[in-house]
């Protein structure tokens, strides 16, 4: 009896050893082409400014396929009337293309989650619909990963359109970039930028805390294999007639095996 219980606790510990937990699967805002392992699940919660709080559940379907849903307020934390965003949102990711040691891995998927305030009209009443920083709506992301002296460093693009946030005449498709180096097993720099084509026409422009686009970054800290915490310094490139910060955010993401 006791021989079987040893063997028990044996191929668990073997199982546990065995298992490889998948890395984050975006960098600050944008999307990698990485996706979450069969079996697996990430659970976040992104902490913004002005008390914003969103929570999100993701989900690997298969080894390319994942799904996820997310939802929250903008101004959780604080003293004023507590607003909360008009919907749960989606995300999906598919692998379409490996990466492979001449070619970038290619992912398509959907993102509807916003970031900051939820506006459903401005000052004068035309109906906006839209967050402050825009979903990406529908994108594809190109990811290619090389391994230096540090640990990996990854370089990513992509092409999105936000289709549900185009009520403020801005119907553009849009660029981001991106770049996350490793320092050791537990510390990554990322660095993003969002071209933001679709906040510089008509009422998006008027509307748009950026300047020539959202530069992003951001520290990671994976201080065990299945947990990271990351703090975020966005919009750097901030419109100081418009406002005179950027912005600081928490993020801590958790990723297990079903």
Same mark, same amino acid.
């Given at each position: 009896?006791?021989?079987?219980?040893?063997s028990?606790?044996?191929?668990?510990l073997?199982?546990?050893?065995?298992?490889?937990?998948?890395?984050?699967?975006?960098?600050?805002?944008?999307?990698t082409a990485?996706?979450? +392992?069969?079996? $697996? /699940?990430?659970?976040?919660m992104?902490?913004q400014d002005e008390?914003? &709080?969103?929570? *999100? !559940?993701?989900?690997?379907?298969?080894?390319?396929?994942?799904?996820?849903?997310?939802?929250?307020?903008?101004?959780?934390?604080?003293?004023?009337?507590?607003?909360?965003?008009?919907?749960?949102?989606?995300?999906?990711?598919?692998?379409?293309?490996?990466?492979?040691?001449?070619?970038?891995?290619?992912?398509?998927?959907?993102?509807?989650?916003?970031?900051?305030?939820?506006?459903?009209?401005?000052?004068?009443?035309?109906?906006?619909?839209?967050?402050?920083?825009?979903?990406?709506?529908?994108?594809?992301?190109?990811?290619?990963?090389?391994?230096?002296?540090?640990?990996?460093?990854?370089?990513?693009?992509g +092409?999105?359109? $936000? /289709?549900?946030?185009?009520?403020?005449?801005?119907?553009?498709?849009? &660029?981001?970039? *991106? !770049?996350?180096?490793?320092?050791n097993p537990?510390?990554?720099l990322?660095?993003?930028?969002?071209?933001?084509?679709?906040e510089?026409?008509?009422?998006?422009?008027t509307m748009?805390?950026?300047?020539?686009?959202?530069?992003?970054?951001?520290?990671?800290?994976?201080?065990?294999?299945?947990?990271?915490?990351e703090?975020?310094l966005?919009?750097?490139?901030?419109?100081?007639?418009?406002?005179?910060?950027?912005?600081?955010?928490l993020?801590?993401?958790?990723?297990?095996?079903?």
């Open positions: 009896m006791k021989k079987q219980i040893y028990y606790i044996f191929i668990i073997n199982v546990l050893i065995a298992q490889e937990y998948p890395p984050p699967t975006d960098l600050i805002s944008i999307p990485g996706t979450l +392992m069969r079996g $697996s /699940f990430s659970m976040d992104r902490i008390g914003g &709080l969103i929570t *999100g !559940l993701s989900a690997g379907i298969t080894d390319r396929f994942q799904f996820g849903l997310s939802y929250g307020s903008p101004n959780l934390i604080g003293d004023d009337i507590l607003k909360w965003y008009p919907r749960p949102e989606a995300k999906l990711k598919y692998l379409v293309i490996d990466e492979s040691m001449s070619m970038p891995a290619l992912a398509i998927g959907l993102n509807t989650q916003g970031l900051g305030n939820y506006l459903a009209e401005d000052s004068t009443g035309n109906i906006l619909e839209r967050y402050e920083t825009k979903a990406l709506g529908l994108y594809g992301a190109f990811s290619k990963n090389w391994e230096t002296l540090l640990g990996n460093m990854g370089f990513h693009s +092409m999105n359109y $936000s /289709f549900l946030e185009n009520s403020d005449g801005d119907e553009d498709m849009n &660029l981001f970039f *991106g !770049l996350d180096l490793e320092f537990e510390f990554s990322l660095m993003e930028y969002n071209s933001a084509l679709n510089n026409d008509k009422t998006a422009e748009s805390i950026n300047s020539s686009g959202y530069l992003n970054a951001a520290l990671r800290w994976s201080f065990v294999e299945s947990l990271h915490l703090l975020h966005n919009n750097l490139l901030f419109d100081d007639e418009k406002v005179d910060y950027f912005k600081r955010e993020k801590i993401t958790y990723i297990e095996f079903f």
